[in-house]
């Protein structure tokens, strides 16, 4: 079998005086009426593919939610894959572009009509419209060996390798939050990470030392059960707050910090869930009015379908995709479409 055409899009939507709208774009080519979504690049990211078709295609530029249906069929006898996301529109405004004649907001009935693939309706059918707010956990991207710096560990830089990912990793983020409330470990390492996110928009890195790697050797039980507990109110006072976080720490940390990040959200991970993450990897909650909606793992690099999903209730274990064919089972019923054949 041929090799897989990997695209990705997003269901736009958005609150109107009648109920909810999404946005629907024709396509002359082929004279019909689907999502947006496109093709991905050489080496691109699937997060940076569907921000940029959707922004082609309707002018309008995406801000990610939580990561929807995917969808697997023929396209022109080829096998096609398709990975969408959920995206609140918050600008009315809309036109078509690129490839794209015609654009259009529809009450949710009438795009289901006006759609012209079935599998196009069951990526809608697994939108829950509702407005989220991501609380973002990053591991710090490569910094070289610890056995390699002969300084203080906290003042250890990036390396080559890690000052163009902390680049990388600045697109990705912004994918999810333009802009966001940035804390970190003290550790240069993690500062120097999100800090080309914060620039790009203008914004800063805020120290935590909370968010600083423990000493394992050294620590107690009731060093790590106060550790929890310090973590606990942080998250707490950054759910409240209503804003979009990105918190940057440690391969040490990340468990805890997950653990304290779900107990807020009344959703605690389940025993068997693997909070661990490559150098740059990040973990998305997605939080709506105080709860847990979604909670997606994505690597920086080299992984076709990154996605960990959960339910609203519950954080349920499962593991990255890293293969175009590979499908990852979701309680959400995210992922395992029966191919179809179609043009889009």
């Not at 269901?11 to 093709?39: M, N, T």
């Not at 956990?137 to 990912?165: F, I, M, Y």
């Not at 707050?241 to 107990?263: I, K, M, T, W, Y």
């Amino acid at each position: 079998m041929s090799e897989a055409i990997l695209s990705a899009g997003a269901v736009v939507w958005r609150q109107a005086a009648h109920g909810i709208e999404v946005l629907l774009v024709h396509r002359p080519k082929y004279d019909d009426w689907s999502l947006p979504k496109g093709k991905r690049e050489p080496g691109e990211h699937v997060l940076l593919t569907a921000v940029r078709e959707v922004l082609e295609e309707t002018s309008v530029r995406p801000v990610l939610g939580p990561r929807l249906r995917t969808v697997e069929y023929l396209a022109q006898g080829r096998p096609k894959q398709v990975d969408y996301w959920a995206a609140l529109s918050v600008k009315d405004e809309a036109a078509a572009s690129h490839e794209i004649d015609a654009v259009s907001w529809l009450p949710l009935p009438e795009a289901l009509d006006r759609l012209s693939y079935p599998h196009d309706a069951d990526v809608i059918a697994s939108l829950q419209p509702r407005g989220t707010v991501p609380l973002i956990l990053v591991r710090h991207v490569s910094a070289g060996h610890k056995r390699a710096w002969a300084g203080e560990d906290l003042l250890r830089p990036l390396d080559a390798e890690g000052v163009l990912d902390a680049l990388l990793l600045g697109d990705l983020l912004a994918c999810f939050a333009p802009c966001a409330r940035v804390i970190s470990s003290p550790a240069l390492r993690c500062t120097e990470s999100v800090r080309p996110y914060a620039a790009g928009f203008g914004g800063s890195v805020e120290v935590e030392a909370i968010l600083a790697a423990p000493d394992r050797a050294a620590e107690s039980i009731l060093d790590r059960t106060a550790r929890a507990h310090t973590l606990r109110h942080l998250f707490r006072d950054l759910v409240a707050d209503g804003q979009p976080v990105v918190a940057c720490l440690h391969r040490e940390n990340l468990p805890l910090a997950l653990a304290a990040a779900c107990s807020v959200l009344d959703a605690p991970p389940a025993a068997d869930f693997d909070p661990s993450l490559a150098k740059g990897g990040f973990l998305v909650l997605h939080v709506a009015a105080g709860t847990l909606v979604a909670l997606e793992r994505y690597e920086l690099l080299g992984s076709d379908s990154p996605v960990t999903l959960t339910s609203s209730a519950a954080v349920t274990s499962s593991a990255t995709v890293t293969s175009s064919a590979a499908v990852t089972s979701s309680v959400s019923a995210a992922t395992g479409v029966s191919p179809t054949t179609g043009a889009s």
